[in-house]
């Protein structure tokens, strides 16, 4: 099992659910990491967790795998450290 793939499993057992901010971290460097550069348009104004997700994802655009997997890795530590 890779790092990644380990951090997925370890954000599943977070006792307490990590803030919007976190969440959207993690959500952009997932998506960067599994599918590449935002695609598809932009979710419209009345949807606005629709909207957050993909301008978080967005945002990230250029970034390469390998550093998306390591931001995710590095993101899900951090709030596993923090939980202790």
């Not at 959500?27 to 590449?36: D, P, V």
């Not at 997700?53 to 998306?68: F, H, P, V």
């Not at 997997?69 to 450290?81: C, F, H, N, P, Q």
Request: hydrophobic share 40%.
């Amino acid at each position: 099992m890779s790092a990644f793939e380990q951090a997925q499993k370890d954000v599943k057992t977070l006792t307490q659910r990590p803030d919007n901010n976190a969440m959207l971290a993690l959500y952009a460097h997932f998506k960067q990491a599994t599918a590449g550069d935002a695609q598809g348009e932009r979710p419209g104004m009345f949807d606005l967790v629709g909207r957050a997700k993909y301008d978080a994802w967005s945002a990230l655009q250029g970034m390469t795998r390998e550093d998306a997997e390591t931001s995710y890795i590095k993101k899900v530590e951090s709030l596993m450290a923090a939980e202790k």
